[in-house]
T-cell receptor, first 112, second 114 residues
Framework: DAKTTQPPSMDCAEGRAANLPCNHSTISGNEYVYWYRQIHSQGPQYIIHGLKNNETNEMASLIITEDRKSSTLILPHATLRDTAVYYCIVRVSSSNTGKLIFGQGTTLQVKP | DSGVTQTPKHLITATGQRVTLRCSPRSGDLSVYWYQQSLDQGLQFLIQ???????AKGNILERFSAQQFPDLHSELNLSSLELGDSALYFC?????????????FGPGTRLTVL
């Protein structure tokens, strides 16, 4: 699975959009980009995933560059409850095991 | 609530002891994963079971073992415990083994070895 690079920490003002970048320059054509978050020692929570098209759900939007070497997770209106560690993970779609390989993630601090 | 349950929530034990952590996957999910999260190692994949059979192994110590039962619940057995085994242990489940299946995580078991 391709390796990802994320900034260790970011701040965001409450009510503003939080844009979390992820670099995955070695991503292969059959690898998906997944985002999970972990709120203070709780179990990681699935946010969104995508292959090459931009995706949106009730939690967030995922923007993947045309060359697929990087992506951005967007939380449109961050709240204090969005303070968490956000993990960007690349997974092979054809894998016969769905294991997740977590990196260090980005600690997002949403401030009032 | 992810639908994945783990028991117990907290476990305190002594070095050299053996413990069993239990996980019930979401209804209908066939695949169960175990992860360990310690302060210095982050979230690490330990082992995966699919429909009762071991599917993948990660950085799991020989002192650790797991199994998935016919009702699909899973147990992680940790033996000869050491101080360094203190960590959060998460179980996750997914519908199948596909690399695109979403994994849903349980609330975790916090193990403290004294």
């Amino acid at each position: 699975d391709a390796k990802t690079t994320q900034p260790p920490s970011m701040d965001c003002a409450e009510g503003r959009a939080a844009n979390l970048p992820c670099n995955h320059s070695t991503i292969s054509g059959n690898e998906y980009v997944y985002w999970y978050r972990q709120i203070h020692s709780q179990g990681p929570q699935y946010i969104i995933h995508g292959l090459k098209n931009n995706e949106t759900n009730e939690m967030a939007s995922l923007i993947i560059t045309e060359d697929r070497k990087s992506s951005t997770l967007i939380l449109p209106h961050a709240t204090l409850r969005d303070t968490a560690v956000y993990y960007c993970i690349v997974r092979v779609s054809s894998s016969n095991t769905g294991k997740l390989i977590f990196g260090q993630g980005t600690t997002l601090q949403v401030k009032p | 609530d992810s639908g994945v349950t783990q028991t117990p929530k907290h476990l305190i034990t002594a070095t050299g002891q053996r413990v069993t952590l239990r996980c019930s996957p979401r209804s209908g999910d066939l695949s169960v994963y175990w992860y360990q999260q310690s302060l210095d190692q982050g979230l690490q994949f330990l082992i995966q079971y699919y429909n009762g059979e071991e599917r993948a192994k990660g950085n799991i110590l020989e002192r650790f073992s797991a199994q998935q039962f016919p009702d699909l619940h899973s147990e992680l057995n940790l033996s000869s415990l050491e101080l360094g085994d203190s960590a959060l242990y998460f179980c996750a489940s997914s519908a199948t083994i596909s690399g695109t299946d979403t994994q849903y995580f349980g609330p975790g078991t916090r193990l403290t070895v004294l």
